[in-house]
């Protein structure tokens, strides 16, 4: 906890992360090498692949497996160009635009979204399917999935599958091995400044996947591959990389490694406790999540927590509470004082 800022009443990891003190150093050192000219392109390049090797360790997977970007819609929007005319993609209901959207957008070359309960995800999977889409933590509610039977329905039938880790990485222990492609914004649970995202390849993706995205950064000699016309890729996951936004990337990296550095286990396990202890002194179900919803149709939760100087979100009808490494059981002493104080709450879980 006291590597991070001070996060006291801060429940909103779903929707950014805080920094570290180390992610606000180097982000700071930055500007005075950017003022006094000092900064060079070189030099964030080196910073992007230690952040792709950092990464790639926090998930589970090798480097060359790793690509870069700035935002995860543009990495699904990747996959969804590779799918064959007609093809059928399953996505869970509700769930977040940025895994969805880039698929509707194909409907014009007769990809189908077939949408279905998260509960009923596995057993929605068919012949004929070709790919399954889905977050491993639901931004809305919090529920993971249990990635087992929809991965071997997948299989049954040929079907790729895409995870988006966004919500889980640096907070629950994940591994993008299992997964024929992964996307994962860091600046949520991983605490990364807004601007740096990873997508994760297996071999079938490889192979099937095309980088309609090249540019330069996708070059097999970055330095070499800035003009055409001859194009050379990178022969791993390094092809599907985009340009970084490079002021991201000091940050990004400090944040990573301070991750990198963490047990994941114990980090759900401190997130989840936080969360049950919260559902035992409202009297609501436990949901052993690190993301926790209650009913709040009209806001009136949310309201009254911003009132008391606690930061949360509000979420598709509901009042949506994150609970992450800079969180302690004072924070579950303000939420449920304030929420006690408001007229009609009841918090079902």
Same mark, same amino acid.
């Given at each position: 906890m006291d590597s991070f800022v001070d996060g006291s009443g801060y429940l909103a990891a779903c929707t950014a992360g805080l920094p570290t003190r180390g992610t606000l150093a180097a982000m700071r050192a930055d500007l005075d090498e950017w003022e006094h000219a000092a900064s060079t392109p070189v030099a964030y390049?080196?910073? /992007? *692949? *230690?952040?792709?090797?950092? &990464?790639?360790?926090?998930?589970?997977?090798?480097?060359?497996?790793?690509?870069?970007? +700035?935002?995860?819609?543009?990495?699904?929007?990747?996959?969804? %160009?590779?799918?064959?005319?007609?093809? *059928?993609? /399953?996505? #869970?209901?509700?769930? &977040?635009? @940025? !895994?969805?959207?880039?698929?509707?957008?194909? %409907?014009?070359?007769?990809?189908?979204?077939?949408?279905v309960p998260l509960a009923s995800l596995a057993d929605a999977v068919r012949p004929g399917t070709s790919l399954v889409a889905w977050s491993a933590v639901q931004s809305? +509610?919090? /529920?993971?999935?249990?990635?087992?039977?929809?991965? *071997?329905?997948?299989?049954?039938?040929?079907?790729? $599958?895409?995870?988006?880790?966004?919500?889980? =990485?640096? /907070?629950? #222990?994940?591994?993008?091995?299992?997964?024929?492609?992964t996307v994962t914004h860091a600046y949520k649970w991983l605490c990364a400044p807004r601007g740096v995202a990873f997508s994760t390849f297996s071999d079938a993706a490889l192979e099937r996947l095309r980088p309609v995205q090249a540019g330069w950064y996708a070059g097999a000699d970055v330095w070499g591959s800035c003009y055409g016309p001859a194009m050379r890729l990178a022969d791993d996951a390094r092809r599907f990389d985009v340009?970084?936004?490079?002021?991201?990337?000091?940050? =990004?990296?400090?944040? !990573?490694?301070?991750? %990198?550095?963490l047990?994941? $286990? @114990? @980090?759900?396990?401190? =997130? $989840?406790?936080?969360?049950?202890?919260?559902?035992? $002194?409202?009297?609501?179900?436990? +949901?052993?999540? =690190?993301?926790?919803? &209650?009913?709040?149709?009209?806001?009136?939760?949310?309201?009254?927590?911003?009132?008391?100087?606690?930061?949360? @979100?509000?979420? %598709?009808?509901?009042?949506?509470?994150?609970f992450h490494l800079w969180n302690d059981e004072d924070d579950v002493t303000r939420v449920a004082d304030a929420l006690g104080a408001v007229d009609g709450f009841r918090p079902e879980g």
């Open positions: 390049g080196a910073l /992007v *692949e *230690e952040g792709r090797s950092l &990464f790639a360790r926090i998930v589970g997977v090798d480097r060359a497996r790793v690509a870069t970007g +700035s935002q995860t819609s543009a990495m699904v929007a990747v996959v969804a %160009a590779a799918l064959p005319d007609g093809a *059928e993609v /399953v996505v #869970p209901d509700g769930d &977040f635009s @940025s !895994l969805v959207f880039p698929f509707l957008a194909q %409907a014009h070359r007769g990809v189908r979204v077939r949408s809305s +509610s919090g /529920v993971v999935t249990d990635p087992g039977p929809v991965l *071997e329905a997948a299989r049954t039938v040929g079907a790729l $599958t895409l995870c988006d880790l966004t919500q889980a =990485a640096g /907070v629950l #222990p994940v591994d993008a091995a299992r997964f024929d492609v340009s970084p936004a490079w002021q991201a990337w000091p940050g =990004a990296v400090a944040a !990573l490694r301070h991750v %990198a550095a047990d994941a $286990t @114990s @980090s759900w396990r401190h =997130a $989840t406790r936080l969360t049950d202890r919260l559902a035992d $002194t409202l009297g609501s179900p436990r +949901s052993g999540q =690190a993301i926790t919803t &209650f009913a709040d149709a009209d806001g009136a939760a949310l309201r009254a927590l911003a009132a008391a100087g606690i930061s949360a @979100s509000g979420r %598709a009808g509901r009042l949506r509470l994150a």
